[in-house]
């Protein structure tokens, strides 16, 4: 159905569409993207999706990113760009069709980042934690903490959350908002520790610049979802958790060894595998050990959730028309 997207744009006609976060959290739900990012990474595996090499620039307190891909089949290509600041982000992912050029959409891209980056990370757990897992515990409490946990209850029956963040007053009340809107026992946890004891599944998603995750904190079976550290100077695990890992795998292995340079040491990296690759190899895992995911943030996941996204929107007469001026040659003599 993916293969459609772009003979359906082009069939369609006219100009191409404003879609807005209202119409992006009306047509995908987190299941749904959680399938069409694992077929994403398949498709990347067998080398049917190409992604851009991420591009990334920061200066004091801010950075800007840029992300993409291609699928090759459909002959559709998206870009993703924000720029990351204290006062926020407005991030805006662009889709062409890659045979003529041609501008399909513009969609705002909060939701679907939120989305395809809650929903690697269930795609992630499915095939790297154990079977039965129960305990979750998450470090952080921001923006993107509550749909992890979703993304890690959408794949396995959990019974307990654990939340730990810095301050008392976040994590209190997170935890009580988690479990009014989840139906799950969650509690706030007095430290970082104290919350990951035990647990199955651990997803940090902080902004931390110092490592916090011991190896004398882990149960000796257990997954991690790193997902926090996306830039050089933040950590989230320590290199000696890294080395202690069975299997490593990240969504953008080159990424991964150029961003995340403090929890992977040269020897570590060496063993990283892509997501596509743990995805098309299907292997589990039994006994003991640590697994790790490391999300980096990918064109790959972008583009897996803005296919559906488009293909139902322009089925369902969503999003608005653009205004597109022919192209203009620019004035170059002031005569």
């Known amino acids: 159905m993916r293969g459609a997207t772009r003979s359906q744009a082009r069939s369609e006609g006219g100009p191409p569409r404003w879609i807005d976060e209202d119409d992006v959290v009306g047509l995908v739900s987190l299941p749904e993207a959680i399938a069409a990012i694992k077929g994403a990474y398949l498709r990347a595996a067998a080398g049917e999706v190409v992604a851009m090499p991420k591009t990334f620039a920061s200066w004091t307190g801010g950075s800007m990113h840029a992300i993409g891909a291609i699928a090759v089949a459909s002959g ?196 990283v595998v892509s997501l596509g690759s743990a995805l098309a190899a299907d292997e589990r895992l039994d006994g003991d050990g640590v697994t790790i995911f490391k999300a980096l943030g990918t064109g790959i996941s972008d583009l897996a959730v803005a296919e559906m996204v488009l293909e139902r929107a322009l089925a369902a007469g969503v999003g608005r028309p653009l205004t597109v001026s022919s192209r203009t040659k620019p004035k170059l003599w002031s005569n």
Not at 91 to 119: C, K, M, N, Y
Not at 245 to 263: C, M, Y
Request: hydrophobic residues 50%; aromatic residues 4%.
């Open 76 to 271: 559709l290509a998206v870009s993703k760009t924000w720029a990351h600041t204290p006062g926020g982000a407005t991030p805006l992912l662009a889709a062409w069709d890659a045979g003529t050029g041609e501008l399909l959409a513009v969609i705002q891209a909060f939701a679907l980042g939120q989305l395809r980056t809650s929903a690697i990370t269930g795609t992630a757990t499915s095939i790297l934690a154990a079977d039965r897992c129960e305990r979750l515990a998450v470090i952080g409490s921001g923006k993107q903490a509550e749909g992890q946990i979703a993304a890690v209850a959408a794949v396995r029956e959990i019974h307990d959350i654990a939340v730990y963040s810095p301050t008392a007053e976040h994590r209190t009340s997170f935890a009580a908002r988690i479990a009014e809107r989840s139906g799950i026992t969650a509690r706030a946890a007095a430290s970082v520790a104290e919350a990951v004891d035990q647990a199955d599944v651990i997803v940090t998603v902080t902004r931390a610049t110092e490592p916090f995750i011991s190896p004398w904190m882990l149960a000796e079976r257990v997954h991690i979802n790193a997902v926090g550290a996306i830039t050089p100077e933040r950590a989230e695990l320590e290199a000696a958790v890294v080395a202690r890992a069975r299997r490593i795998v990240a969504d953008d292995v080159a990424a991964a060894r150029q961003l995340s340079p403090r929890e992977l040491s040269a020897t570590n990296a060496a063993h």
